[in-house]
């Protein structure tokens, strides 16, 4: 990189790891030196030397006011000290968000993942990683199956025994638990046990928990990342679609990573959580009216590991007015509401997609009306159970559900 141009990048942002300066590259190094403001935590800044008399900010709280104000000294040498790999769900993310690239050199030490890696032997393109810093550990749930090796960054010393009590609760007991504290640093430990039987509290708050689930697993049966779960994975009132139409609506639907769906009328909200689950970076905002199903809701996206899933209260179409764009949109309810489909075409951008389920003769003559006015297809889905009929098997017709699926061009 010429001088010219890294004269032009006033914002640098550099990744420490517990062995502090010594462990930091030479041009890590310098951005350090030539910087006339240095931005970090208290303990990155505690690595300088203590006759280090340049300008030096702590983070504050909220950290957007350290932001604007490291924005307000565009034109200054200012250098950000991070943990690990800025990159990595570090600071570097969020100041990317807001500060363009060309303005700034990002220098990464290795991250915590990385290093646990390392000391356990294990493949980083071959582990399920999470962060719990900020976040409810209930996003666990989502990367549990038979085999699982999963790497979280804790949010404190409290982290690894919550966790420890969510497996246990869940039926993941018998999952082994490692904590690796200090990674790289003379103070560096590691506590083992099984997550049935962990009771380890004395720990650093800089902590990564390892988690290997066993192979095999009685009960309760690990749930698959594709959409379809059972109907049982489900509290309800009733207004759920169905594990079958499920399944057809999600293929329909055809979501793709950091696409955002709403789900509208959303029932106890199973459509919005599979669309999640398919992607931790999918997201979906479900609409529903009613108080009860909203907590369905609410529980179901928690014991599904996207307690993430935002919840509107309010009926469609007026509360839809001031959400953010989706990519796609579901109608499982309210067909028959003047305005919402509409109000949902217009809020699709083109490509979107959308589609739309119905059971009534009402709700099929809506879905008629607009595909002769909108395009795209019709589909009947007529599913048929195997039940007890005295003491032998018969076959038992389930309502049938038409489907219009559309895509905006």
């Not at 190094?29 to 690595?47: F, K, N, T, Y």
């Not at 604007?68 to 250098?79: A, K």
């Not at 363009?100 to 990002?106: D, G, K, Q, R, T």
């Not at 032998?392 to 559900?401: D, E, F, I, R, S």
Request: aromatic fraction near 6%; charge should be negative; glycine fraction near 10%.
């Amino acid at each position: 990189m010429d001088k010219e141009t890294l004269g032009q990048k006033w914002l640098s942002i550099v990744g420490l790891g517990e062995d502090g300066l010594d462990g930091i590259s030479a041009v890590g190094r310098s951005l350090i030196q030539e910087a006339d403001l240095i931005v970090g935590g208290e303990r990155h800044l505690a690595m300088l030397s203590s006759t280090d008399s340049r300008e030096k900010w702590v983070w504050s709280s909220p950290i957007q006011r350290s932001i604007d104000h490291i924005i307000s000294q565009r034109g200054r040498s200012v250098c950000v000290l991070g943990s690990g790999d800025p990159m990595c769900y570090g600071i570097g993310t969020t100041l990317i968000r807001q500060i363009p690239l060309a303005e700034m050199l990002i220098v990464p030490a290795p991250s915590a993942f990385s290093l646990a890696c390392a000391r356990l032997g294990w493949s980083i393109t071959q582990v399920e990683t999470i962060s719990l810093c900020g976040r409810d550990p209930a996003f666990l749930r989502a990367v549990l199956y038979p085999g699982a090796q999963i790497l979280a960054l804790s949010a404190d010393r409290h982290t690894p025994i919550r966790l420890a009590h969510l497996l246990t609760e869940t039926g993941w007991g018998e999952s082994s638990i490692t904590v690796l504290e200090r990674m790289g640093g003379t103070q560096e430990r590691w506590v083992s046990n099984f997550a049935r039987d962990w009771q380890a509290t004395d720990l650093a708050d800089l902590n990564l928990v390892a988690i290997t689930c066993p192979s095999a697993l009685a009960a309760p049966a690990p749930l698959s990342r594709l959409a379809g779960l059972p109907d049982s994975a489900y509290c309800h009132d009733g207004q759920l679609t169905k594990q079958e139409v499920r399944a057809v609506t999600l293929a329909a639907l055809a979501p793709l990573p950091k696409q955002l769906l709403w789900d509208v009328g959303a029932g106890c909200g199973s459509i919005g959580i599979e669309w999640m689950r398919s992607d931790c970076r999918c997201q979906a905002i479900a609409i529903e009216s009613h108080p009860t199903r909203i907590q369905y809701i609410a529980d179901n996206a928690q014991a599904l590991g996207v307690p993430n899933l935002q919840v509107i209260a309010g009926e469609a179409p007026a509360v839809l007015l001031n959400l953010p764009q989706p990519d796609a949109i579901f109608v499982g309810g309210g067909l028959t509401a003047i305005g919402l489909i509409e109000t949902c075409w217009q809020a699709l951008p083109v490509g979107g997609r959308l589609v739309a389920n119905a059971v009534t003769v009402a709700g099929e003559q809506q879905l008629f009306q607009w595909q002769q006015q909108l395009g795209g297809n019709l589909s009947r889905i007529a599913i048929q159970r195997a039940e007890p009929v005295g003491q032998y098997l018969g076959w038992k017709a389930m309502a049938p559900v038409t489907q219009w699926t559309v895509v905006r061009s």
